[in-house]
């Protein structure tokens, strides 16, 4: 476990990061605090954790007998230490500003989308930041252009900064011309050699997913694509690269798992899983990735009805926060998307409601079933807010029936195989490293 995970947390709970020298041969001895530790779902009060160089050399009661020797004493009283929260799904390449998603809402004619990517590539450094600043010591981006290989580089060489473990361009049955600027993040595949191909060239950027958006509507049937998602997935582990599916249909989401899918990205929405699929997912151990929160924040910030927590107010980029009040639009550069929204809320949060009428009942069920949830917002999206976004996912597995354990279980140790490996080993759990 790296120090830092630790610190973040305490930053947390404090509201400031103490000043402590974390050079690597210094010992810190963190007493009087409440330990959570998801993994074995001890909760362990008057805690004592000794961290010495970057590692925790010791993590249990204040009675065992280890030495606080030479260590400098942070008091912790009144805080709680945990590892380090982990969101598996988040986007780099879009800030969840209203800008960031021109094939959603068109607002290009107020900044146009080379602008947007500028704004992004410029402010990477803030997003990094602010999911520290949340206690989220390891995010995963779940696709993007080829830049997202220059953010994990830039995130593994900043002290400010989560871990980043990253996928390239989404492999999908669709396009988006709109969010192409010469490095798309979204590349329409139409046949299988094509998707070999792509896992090809990606492989050569040592990605850590491999990503599909199989998007299913009546032009592109489950079964059309899928010979390209068995091609893709089949050239990916053969180079032992990990397949991530966005698959939010319960047919599109079965495909993918039968063809291999490591982890399932988004809930299933349009129906409550079955037997069948349950028993599936938990045969080949796929883990999934709910996201609730995304789902609810295009809608409620076109129809000016963004419900933010406390926390993403406080701890999310204002500028990002400011564009979202879509009032401030002028009224001949509104598109009819919002003009629609605001005129007539109602049907778009009912359809919100929809989803989670089925979403939440579904992810209630696979946690019942034993399967591996792990925690992930979509953040970057038009309304998801990087960093604080996790509070209002906490929120909404909560309504579905988690308990607060299972959440943190889902957000550290859970979605620490989604990194898989050493890394996957070592983070989400406050055991002391041998
Ligand atoms: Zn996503």
Redesign the pocket.
């Known amino acids: 476990m790296k120090y830092f995970c630790l610190m973040a947390f305490l930053a947390v709970a404090t509201g400031a990061v103490p000043s402590l020298d974390a050079t690597p041969q210094n010992k810190i001895a963190l007493v009087n605090g409440t330990l959570i530790d998801p993994g074995t779902g001890k909760v362990v009060a008057n805690a004592l954790v000794i961290i010495e160089g970057d590692r925790i050399s010791a993590a249990g009661d204040q009675a065992t007998a280890v030495s606080t020797q030479d260590a400098q004493i942070v008091d912790c009283k009144g805080k709680f230490i945990l590892p380090g929260y982990i969101d598996t ?3 780099f390449f879009q800030s969840g500003d209203i800008y960031t998603r021109p094939d959603a809402v068109d607002l290009t004619a107020i900044r146009p989308y080379k602008d947007e990517i500028a704004w992004v590539k410029r402010n990477l450094p803030d997003a990094l930041g602010r999911y520290l600043g949340c206690g989220i010591t390891s995010v995963v981006d ?2 993007g252009p080829f830049w997202n290989f220059e953010v994990r580089k830039i995130a593994n060489s900043t002290a400010k900064a989560p871990r980043v473990a990253v996928a390239g361009p989404l492999i999908s049955s669709v396009s988006r011309p709109q969010l192409d600027l010469g490095d798309p993040p979204i590349v329409k595949i139409d046949t299988p050699e094509q998707g070999r191909e792509m896992v090809r060239k990606l492989a050569a950027q040592n990605p850590d997913y491999v ?1 599909i958006w199989y998007i299913v509507d009546a032009e592109n049937p489950v079964e059309k694509f899928r010979p390209i998602v068995h091609a893709v997935i089949e050239e990916s582990h053969a180079r032992k690269i990990r397949v991530a599916v ?1 698959a939010t249909e319960l047919e599109a989401a079965r495909a993918s798992v039968e063809e291999g899918a490591d982890l399932l ?2 809930s299933v929405t349009d129906k409550l899983v079955d037997d069948a699929f349950v028993k599936l997912l938990k045969e080949r151990g796929t883990v999934l990735t709910p ?1 609730l929160v ?1 789902f609810e924040r295009y809608g409620r910030t076109f129809a000016n009805k963004l419900n933010l927590t406390p926390e993403e107010k406080s701890w999310g980029n204002p500028e990002v926060i400011a564009s979202l009040d879509v009032t401030k639009i002028p009224a001949a550069k509104m598109p009819e998307r919002l003009k629609s929204a605001m005129a007539n809320p109602q049907p778009v949060l009912d359809r919100i409601q929809q989803t989670y009428d089925v979403a939440l009942k579904n992810l209630k069920r696979l946690q019942d079933a034993g399967i591996t949830i792990a925690t ?1 917002t ?1 953040a ?2 038009i309304g998801t807010i990087h960093g604080p976004a996790i509070f209002r996912e906490f929120e909404l597995m909560k309504q579905a029936g988690l308990t607060p354990m299972q959440i943190l279980q889902c957000t550290t140790i859970n979605a620490a195989k989604t990194f898989g490996g050493d890394t996957g080993a070592k983070i989400g759990s406050l055991k002391p490293a041998r």
Request: glycine fraction near 20%; aromatic fraction near 0%; charge should be neutral.
């Open positions: 799904h988040v986007h779940v696709g990503k966005h990205v988004h996201t995304v992930g979509d970057g999206n």
